[in-house]
């Protein structure tokens, strides 16, 4: 079932038009974790950063900001500002890395060795990095691995 039909179960938080379930989709470094989450009945990812983390947020924020209209990069919704947290909305990813390659192994029938399948994923994805600094969009958890 894909995400955007997971009804939001558990505790689910609101701010603002922002609401964010207790389902966690994804974990990042320093304590970021990605939740599910809705603006307006449109489901999200919601990434919950650590309010020490704000410089490289805001960073990230801009980043996404800049690139998009860039088909590889997740629309950036909204930023919400707790007393701890940091909560950076973004368009929810229909499908992770790890699915990709393994649908497209058992469509073609390769074995175990996916590493050919994965480089072209990863360069289509590395174009969406520009030489102006929005190399922080890198380093954003993958959502749904």
Do not use: W
């Amino acid at each position: 079932l894909p995400l955007s039909f997971v009804p939001l179960l558990g505790e689910v938080r609101k701010y603002g038009k922002l609401r964010v379930s207790s389902i966690v989709i994804g974990r990042g470094s320093k304590g970021t974790m990605v939740f599910l989450g809705d603006v307006g009945g449109r489901r999200v990812a919601v990434k919950r950063v650590l309010k020490d983390n704000k410089k490289h947020a805001k960073r990230e924020v801009i980043a996404l900001l800049r690139a998009d209209d860039h088909a590889n990069i997740l629309r950036y919704h909204l930023c919400v500002s707790t007393d701890d947290f940091l909560f950076l909305a973004t368009e929810l990813c229909r499908e992770s890395l790890a699915s990709i390659i393994s649908r497209q192994s058992q469509k073609i029938g390769a074995d175990d060795d996916s590493s050919s399948l994965a480089m072209p994923l990863v360069l289509q994805n590395a174009s969406a990095i520009g030489s102006d600094g929005e190399e922080e969009v890198c380093k954003t958890p993958m959502v749904g691995t």
